[in-house]
């Protein structure tokens, strides 16, 4: 376990469903982000938290709505998804968003649209 | 889109040293180089991140050139534990860190 926890480990979900997946940690940091992996593809960054707010959204489509109530939790609801969105998503979180700390993942949510 | 530039994949034979170099021409001077590594279908793993100095811990060493334009991460004693995708990062505008391909380092016994 790396301190960062998500759930469901795998989802499948069809195109009218609406899902959420579910990150937390227990590390004390104040950011947290969501990232993508598609199939032989590079990790692509979703969104970014800092202290609750959202202070990045790499042009991500509307279909995926992230949340973030406090520090430790983060969800990213999902609706009306397509199958090129299967993907492995990832969560991710740090004690601050400057270069010099380290990023701590999940073991992220294999999800499967059909 | 990632500023660093790796070999697509190495291979390494078990009990030797693996090698994997990387070469970040554009970084600023305040910008760190991180490396992590994902084996199949986990999270990434944080391995070692430097800035000027070369860093040692317990899974790697990493050596950073004088111009700081590239680095080599150095696994001193290769396992078959060890076989994965290594990313080098030095970092996105927003202090994010944005992945390219990475190198895949196989092990083999």
């Known amino acids: 376990e790396t301190g960062v926890t998500q759930t469901p480990r795998h989802l499948v979900m069809g195109m009218t469903n609406k899902k959420s997946l579910k990150c937390e940690q227990h590390?004390?940091?104040?950011?947290m982000y969501w990232y993508k992996q598609s199939a032989k593809k590079p990790l692509e960054l979703m969104f970014v938290?800092?202290?609750?707010?959202?202070?990045e959204n790499n042009s991500v489509p509307s279909r995926f709505s992230p949340e973030c109530p406090n520090s430790s939790h983060l969800f990213l609801h999902l609706h009306t998804l397509q199958p090129e969105d299967s993907a492995l998503y990832l969560c991710?979180?740090?004690?601050?968003?400057?270069?010099?700390?380290?990023?701590?993942f999940g073991s992220g949510t294999r999800l499967t649209v059909v | 889109d990632a500023k660093t530039t790796q070999p697509t994949s190495m291979d390494c034979a078990e009990g030797r040293a693996a090698n994997l170099p990387c070469n970040h021409s554009?970084?600023?001077?305040?910008?760190?180089v991180y490396w992590y590594r994902q084996i199949h279908s986990q999270g990434p793993q944080y391995i070692i991140h430097?800035?000027?100095n070369n860093e040692t811990n317990e899974m790697a060493s990493l050596i950073i050139t004088e111009d700081r334009k590239s680095s080599t991460l150095i696994l001193p004693h290769a396992t078959l534990r060890d076989t994965a995708v290594y990313y080098c990062?030095?970092?996105?505008?927003?202090?994010?860190?944005?992945f390219g391909k990475g190198t895949k380092l196989s092990v083999k016994p």
């Open positions: 991710a979180s740090s004690q601050g968003q400057a270069t010099n700390y380290g990023y701590t």
């Open positions: 590390l004390g940091h104040n950011a």
């Open positions: 938290y800092n202290f609750k707010e959202q202070t």
């Open positions: 554009t970084i600023s001077g305040n910008e760190y």
């Open positions: 430097g800035l000027k």
């Open positions: 990062i030095e970092g996105g505008s927003q202090g994010n860190l944005i």
